[in-house]
């Protein structure tokens, strides 16, 4: 398997679309899974027929998605922004405390908030205070100071450095159904789902540009083809692909495919693929048990369950109810319902 994959590694740094296509059409699995936990925000995710995206930022691998060259530049700009930031929140003169207020607005500050944006709001914030082309006066000289490690930012807004990830959105699957750790540990101890999507539809959703997705590449090293020389066939999606798909061996047990959405501002997208729902062995109403104790919300949480039960009816979803074997690591189907 993990040769097949380099040879996808290798249609994709050809920017072979076609050999991508004829790549996913041989192996895509007929279904893939998801394991999460029992949360409403979940079940408002699974009624909404739609799928969760996220950064790999804020993934539990802090190396994923990372590749080494694309780091050491983007953290050099990185540190000046942060130090640009620190010096603006701790000075003392009137117009600065402007622009500090300003950016404090805008929530700068936050994880949530990429570096590109960081970027764009000090400098959207600072034209509004300071003209371009206009005399600079001596209560600007103040503003230009702190801001000056900016300008040794050249290209930090475009797309020829190659940081494809920071404006990415990822939904994480597996080929694996039911498997022990994974319930364990996504499904927060068994008590969690594990669904079943169909994957009929996913090449036709490539072909339509929604999406891409890939299968990953185990490996003890770090994806590094890549360099600050700019060639055009590195800006395109196909060609950053590959970073998306390295994950040291550890994670092999988890056989993971991803969707890849690049430029994605949305937090979710339209996936109604389901087919089974599988309730963990310790499935339990978790919001509730954990978080609160009101009859209130105990009602809430009923609520959304009924919600759930009842979409899977309309749309023919099954739900298959899971239990602990007792002679084997291993799990086993209760009574299928429709």
Not at 53 to 70: A, G, I, K, M, T
Not at 82 to 98: E, F, H, W
Not at 265 to 294: K, R
Request: net charge neutral.
């Amino acid at each position: 398997m993990a040769e097949n994959v380099l040879l996808l590694i290798e249609i994709l740094k050809r920017n072979d679309y076609v050999g991508y296509i004829q790549y996913l059409r041989a192996n895509l699995p007929e279904k893939l899974y998801r394991y999460c936990s029992h949360t409403n925000q979940n079940i408002s995710t699974i009624t909404s027929s739609k799928i969760p995206l996220s950064n790999p930022r804020y993934f539990n691998d802090p190396f994923d998605s990372l590749s080494q060259e694309v780091y050491r530049v983007y953290t050099h700009y990185y540190k000046k922004i942060d130090r640009t930031i620190q010096r603006i929140l701790y000075s003392r003169d009137k117009k600065v405390r402007i622009l500090r207020d300003a950016i404090l607005r805008r929530n700068i500050l936050s994880r949530k908030v990429a570096y590109k944006e960081k970027f764009k709001i000090l400098e959207e914030e600072k034209q509004k205070i300071i003209k371009p082309n206009a005399d600079v006066g001596i209560e600007d000289i103040h503003i230009h100071g702190i801001l000056w490690e900016m300008k040794q930012i050249s290209g930090f807004t475009n797309r020829y450095l190659g940081d494809f990830v920071s404006d990415s959105g990822v939904f994480c699957l597996s080929e694996e159904k039911n498997n022990i750790i994974m319930h364990s540990h996504y499904g927060n101890a068994h008590s969690g789902f594990c669904i079943e999507y169909k994957t009929d539809n996913i090449i036709q959703d490539i072909l339509n540009g929604k999406y891409f997705i890939i299968p990953l590449y185990y490996s003890d090293t770090i994806y590094t083809d890549y360099s600050e020389q700019i060639y055009p066939e590195r800006l395109t999606y196909l060609w950053n692909l590959p970073q998306f798909m390295y994950k040291k061996k550890q994670w092999e047990y988890e056989k993971e495919w991803r969707i890849v959405k690049f430029d994605s501002s949305d937090h979710q997208l339209d996936f109604d693929y389901i087919n089974t729902i599988y309730l963990g062995a310790s499935f339990e109403n978790v919001d509730f048990v954990f978080n609160n104790n009101s009859e209130r919300e105990e009602k809430k949480q009923i609520d959304y369950l009924i919600k759930l039960f009842d979409y899977c009816s309309e749309k023919g979803i099954k739900i298959i109810p899971l239990r602990a074997a007792t002679h084997k690591y291993g799990l086993e189907e209760l009574d299928k319902y429709k």
